[in-house]
């Protein structure tokens, strides 16, 4: 059972720049794609970036294309989000999700395991 706990959210004014991590535990990570989600409130659940296991392929959602990136360390078991130039459109619940072999990256339902998520608060 995979567990995954992140961290790094927060409150931060608009143009700003946030770090997430999301540790891993109870999986050989080096074997999982990584994914970045997010929900803001009453909206359903989205895609922000994926990475296959190896950290070869990168996916980013249209909205975050430029300004976010993912990355990982297969060593540490950690997989990072990079938030450069927040908007108050990133407000959110972040969560991140593993798969191994997951057949739709972009898709959450292609994720069996999920962390408990960080609140990103983007001010205008």
């Known amino acids: 059972q995979a567990q995954l706990v992140e961290s790094g959210g927060g409150l931060v004014q608009a143009g700003g720049s946030l770090r997430l991590s999301c540790a891993a535990s109870?999986?050989?990570?080096?074997?999982?794609?990584m994914g970045w989600f997010r929900q803001a409130p009453e909206k359903e659940r989205e895609s922000v970036a994926v990475i296959s296991w190896s950290g070869g392929t990168k996916y980013y959602a249209d909205s975050v294309k430029g300004r976010f990136t993912i990355s990982r360390d297969n060593a540490k078991k950690t997989v990072y989000l990079q938030m450069d130039n927040l908007k108050p459109e990133d407000t959110a619940v972040y969560y991140c999700a593993a798969a191994l072999g997951a057949w739709a990256p972009l898709d959450p339902r292609a994720y069996n395991d999920w962390g408990q998520g960080t609140q990103v608060t983007v001010s205008s």
């Open positions: 109870g999986i050989t990570f080096s074997n999982y794609d």
